[in-house]
């Protein structure tokens, strides 16, 4: 079964520091896309970067960055200079080849700067 | 960027009432998706849509009905609606995979209160 695990549920970062969400995915695909989204109060969902499994180097947009470990299954969240409008539910998700074109989510981390 | 409508935005409903929320969209856009975001459960997949007249079930369909008779439209209908139905409703449609988002249009959600 596929499966996204996010296992921090909330965090607290700084302004103007980095800040790491973790991710991990369980999948017997060799093809898979991941995503991370964003989701601010306001409820939208909020595209914010993606990595394919046979991309080679590390997805980046911006101050977003994909910390891809194929070996150890994880997908993490790097958001480099943190701002007060980065405050926000944070999902990582999976999609999996051939299911449809279905996305799994993780239960999603909130994620708090501090002025 | 694809054009994805969700009807209503809010619903406050009773216990055993039928209640149906729709999914528009203004491209012809194959597949779509239902899901529904809990506290804790990040989003989960209802059911989804890979055509008209071709639907299937997600992990949590139980108490749900899905109906796609145009492409434009798809509907969520919950037959008798009860408390932990309570939730946030997500339509997504599944668009080119390229760039800028990889594949996924979200509406802006329906958030529905059962009491």
């Known amino acids: 079964a596929q499966k996204i695990t996010q296992t921090q549920p909330g965090m607290f970062v700084q302004e103007k520091e980095a800040v790491t969400l973790d991710c991990t995915y369980d999948?017997?695909?060799?093809?898979?896309?991941l995503f991370w989204y964003k989701q601010p109060s306001s409820g939208e969902m909020i595209f914010l970067i993606y990595?394919?499994?046979?991309?080679?180097q590390n997805a980046t947009e911006g101050r977003y960055s994909l910390n891809f470990q194929k070996a150890r299954k994880s997908a993490n969240l790097v958001i480099s200079a943190s701002q007060l409008g980065d405050s926000a539910m944070y999902f990582c998700a999976m999609r999996a080849r051939d299911q449809g074109g279905k996305l799994i989510f993780g239960q999603g981390t909130e994620l708090s700067v501090k002025p | 960027d694809a054009g994805i409508t969700q009807s209503p935005r809010h619903k406050v409903t009773e216990t055993g009432t039928p209640v149906t929320l729709r999914c528009h969209q203004t491209?012809?856009?194959?597949?779509m998706y239902w899901y529904r975001q809990d506290p804790g459960h990040g989003l989960r997949l209802i059911h989804y849509?890979?055509?008209?007249?071709?639907?299937d079930k997600g992990e949590v369909s139980d108490g749900y009905s899905v109906s796609r008779s145009k492409t434009e439209d798809f509907l969520l209908t919950l037959e008798s609606a009860t408390s932990s139905q309570t939730s946030v409703y997500f339509c997504a449609i599944s668009v080119l995979r390229g760039r800028p988002n990889y594949g996924y249009t979200f509406g802006s959600g329906t958030r529905l209160t059962v009491v």
């Open positions: 999948t017997s695909d060799q093809s898979y896309g």
């Open positions: 849509s890979y055509g008209v007249k071709d639907t």
């Open positions: 491209e012809n856009h194959r597949y």
């Open positions: 990595q394919g499994s046979y991309d080679e």
